[in-house]
């Protein structure tokens, strides 16, 4: 990607647990990544500063929101940042978490979602970048500019061959996500299916299948999710598409969590490939064979060089970026 970006008047920093990705970003538009002084006081508490000046500058850190300990980190840093007159603060992390808390669901909830907002507002972040947020109205929760960015696209820049040769299925494993799959499916190709699978929640991180809306039977399939957490929605999917007949399976999400772990997709026989991108700092403990990292790298760098360059974040969804 050819950049046009005045090193002289850009900062770009990446927070402890998005570093790798941010130093690549940061040698594809050709710019310094600046360096985060951290120390950890004895009763854990941090201290976070710029290494250098950042008065008058556009600042841009790259980070993830997978932890409590992350989101301090950033908090921290964008009121430092503030208070050091930076002219102004893009944040683009690639999870959000707390999204899956979007509204109040039962009594005595809280919104957590709202209140990531109001925290990251508060700080000073002037503007937001983000990837396929669990419900996109979050969008709506906040005050400042927050573009929610799609990995569907590297997702289908990376299948685009495959498809022509297996000729996938799209399906859903649950009613949520059926536009995502819709989305999915007519950026690989207009004529392409789609299968909802019926799923029923029965408690935190529990659910059950009662039937499919489709016919996966003899099909290839891909089944696209924003998050695997635990695995149990999305292989539990997968092995009901597998008994009622479909050939071989994708799994396909954004934000891979894997809270237990990968032996979950590596026992699993109706499992293929697991396609997920670095929107979660965890890429180096994965140990399975079935898992492919599909990097947010070049949709960060384009997204910091069309905002650098007061251009048009529609522009990010051309393949020609991402090659
Ligand atoms: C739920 O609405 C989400 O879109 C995901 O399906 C869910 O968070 C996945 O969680 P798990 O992997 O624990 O089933």
Redesign the pocket.
Same mark, same amino acid.
């Given at each position: 990607m050819s950049s046009r970006i005045d090193n002289n008047k850009i900062i770009l920093f990446g927070l402890s647990n998005q570093v790798s990705l941010a130093k690549l970003v940061a040698k594809s538009l050709k710019i310094d990544l600046t360096e985060i002084e951290k120390t950890v006081f004895a009763d854990k508490e941090i201290l976070v500063r710029s290494s250098k000046t950042v008065r008058n500058k556009k600042v841009y850190i790259i980070c993830s929101i997978n932890s409590h300990d992350a989101l301090m980190e950033l908090l921290l840093f964008v009121d430092s940042l503030k208070r050091a007159s930076a002219s102004s603060i893009m944040v683009i992390s690639t999870y959000l978490g707390y999204s899956?808390q979007d509204r109040k669901a039962s009594q005595r909830e809280p919104i957590g979602a709202k209140l990531i907002a109001r925290l990251l507002e508060i700080s000073g972040v002037n503007k937001l970048i983000t990837f396929d947020l669990?419900n996109p109205s979050i969008q709506g929760f906040y005050d400042i500019p927050v573009d929610d960015l799609r990995w569907v696209y590297p997702l289908t820049h990376s299948l685009i061959k495959e498809e022509k040769k297996m000729k996938f299925t799209i399906v859903s494993?649950?009613h !949520? !996500?059926a536009v995502r799959a819709r989305k999915f499916a007519e950026l690989i190709t207009k004529d392409i299916d789609i299968a909802i699978v019926d799923k029923r929640?029965t408690g935190p991180?529990k659910?059950e299948i009662v039937g499919l809306l489709g016919d996966v039977k003899n099909k290839n399939c891909i089944i696209i999710?924003?998050?695997?957490?635990?695995?149990?929605?999305?292989?539990?999917a997968a092995e009901y598409l597998k008994k009622i007949g479909a050939k071989q399976i994708y799994l396909a999400?954004t934000h891979g969590?894997f809270?237990?772990g990968f032996e979950i997709f590596d026992e699993s026989n109706a499992i293929d490939k697991v396609l997920i991108s670095d929107s979660i700092p965890n890429v180096d403990r994965i140990n399975s064979k079935k898992i492919e990292i599909i990097s947010l790298q070049k949709m960060i760098s384009a997204a910091i060089d069309i905002d650098f360059n007061s251009k048009s974040m529609s522009d990010l969804y051309s393949f020609k970026k991402l090659n």
């Open positions: 899956r669990h494993p649950d !949520g !996500g929640r991180n659910s999710d924003d998050i695997i957490d635990t695995g149990g929605t999305i292989v539990k999400a969590l809270s237990k």
